[in-house]
């Protein structure tokens, strides 16, 4: 089942609705955290290099509000669109209350194709998208980060852009940004930092031992290379990598930093010496102790669920496993840890780079990761103790801890006027 037949906002209400029968939620609750409290969508016009004029469609949603200021990346893709703004939008609502940071959820997105835009273009459209979406954001309103093909750069454009607005810097108005311009330690390896704390705890909890366990994973960019290297360093054993042309498999295990060195140098890890090549499939497919999903959304489905192999699956990417794919791994017994716990290191170390902007301050490398350990063990060991509570996967016990979170925050506030 390919990406485009899924609509990932008909997936969120789907688990929204999974979440508020576990709880027994009343009706008027689970109907108000079913529609995003604000949309906002904008006509982008720029002036190209050639000296056309061309207008870009633009979004930004948030979703909801009670534990805190919106929370969300921007993204720019030529697929996206309104569902998809909407949904992740509240994915991320879901992912704060879950590792317990006082946000709500929000996320931005241009339809754009960067990879046939210029640095300037991408500047003019990138400035332009922050003069009209200006009113929706702050440091206390609603703080933007990167996302699918925007980067530091792309937000040191948009802190230039907010600041000169309001005529004074104000550093706080997004995270992940240059180190130099206020970013946070640690940043780079945060979400992969994350995933591995919790695969560190679900090995313990299945009674496995981290060294020496096997490891397959899919995706070699930011989040799969630093995941297959922090395990490879702990004293796991890397036996398969892929990206986005192709995968390597060796059973006697893989050396992720040569790996990575070979990619940079050739374009893919494919052709690595003493491997076998693989597909991205029969990657999916290999027998190991933990496979980690980094690449795309929709990958394990009902098609090849039945397929996978591995005893634990932790999803370094958004939205990997389809709904359908969740059953069946849930009915092999197959301990999938799902995204809006794995990795929500990168969002969590996000609110460390906020908290240390409002304060003027800059925490060590150190100080960064153990806090950020500190947060994903504590938030894992809630998922798994409602999970077992609720006799469930851990997916609809993340689910069920971050609704019943946000549902007791918005109850308590009350509805006004």
């Not at 004293?235 to 940079?264: A, F």
């Not at 499939?281 to 009902?302: G, S, W």
């Not at 409002?358 to 100080?367: A, G, V």
């Amino acid at each position: 089942m390919g990406k485009k037949h899924i609509n990932p906002y008909d997936v969120a209400i789907k688990q929204l609705e999974i979440a508020s029968e576990a709880l027994n939620l009343d009706q008027g609750t689970t109907e108000i955290l079913r529609h995003p409290k604000r949309i906002l969508s904008v006509s982008i016009p720029i002036k190209m290099d050639n000296g056309d004029i061309k207008v870009y469609p633009g979004y930004r949603v948030q979703h909801h509000d009670s534990r805190g200021p919106y929370k969300g990346g921007i993204r720019y893709s030529p697929d996206v669109n309104l569902d998809e703004v909407k949904a992740l939008a509240m994915w991320m609502t879901w992912k704060c209350a879950v590792i317990d940071i006082p946000y709500g959820g929000a996320k931005g997105g241009v339809r754009c194709n960067p990879k046939e835009m210029s640095l300037s273009e991408l500047e003019r459209m990138t400035r332009r998208y922050v003069s009209m979406i200006f009113p929706l954001i702050g440091p206390l309103i609603d703080i933007p980060a990167p996302d699918m093909y925007t980067d530091s750069q792309t937000m040191a454009w948009i802190l230039d852009t907010y600041s000169q607005i309001r005529g004074y810097k104000v550093p706080g108005v997004v995270t992940g940004k240059p180190l130099h311009l206020g970013g946070s330690e640690g940043r780079e390896e945060a979400t992969s930092l994350g995933t591995v704390f919790c695969i560190n705890e679900a090995i313990k909890d299945l009674g496995l031992k981290a060294k020496g366990a096997t490891v397959a994973v899919q995706g070699y960019g930011k989040v799969g290379w630093n995941a297959a290297k922090l395990l490879h360093e702990i004293g796991y054993k890397i036996i398969g990598v892929s990206d986005s042309k192709g995968g390597i498999y060796n059973p006697n295990g893989i050396n992720p930093l040569k790996v990575y060195e070979y990619k940079n140098k050739m374009g893919s890890v494919i052709g690595y010496e003493g491997c076998k090549t693989v597909t991205n499939q029969e990657l999916l497919e290999v027998e190991c102790d933990a496979l980690v999903p980094a690449a795309l959304e929709n990958q394990i489905t009902e098609n090849n669920a039945d397929n996978v192999k591995a005893k634990i699956i932790a999803e370094g990417a958004n939205g990997p496993t389809t709904p359908k794919a969740d059953q069946i791994l849930t009915e092999k017994g197959i301990f999938t840890i799902p995204d809006i716990l794995a990795n929500s290191g990168g969002v969590t170390v996000s609110y460390f780079e906020w908290v240390q902007n409002l304060n003027r301050d800059h925490w060590t490398k150190e100080d960064v990761n153990q806090r950020l350990k500190d947060k994903m063990i504590k938030a894992y060991r809630e998922v798994y103790r409602m999970s077992k509570k609720h006799q469930t996967n851990l997916r609809t016990a993340a689910l069920v801890l971050a609704v019943s979170r946000v549902a007791e925050s918005f109850k308590t506030l009350g509805l006004w006027p």
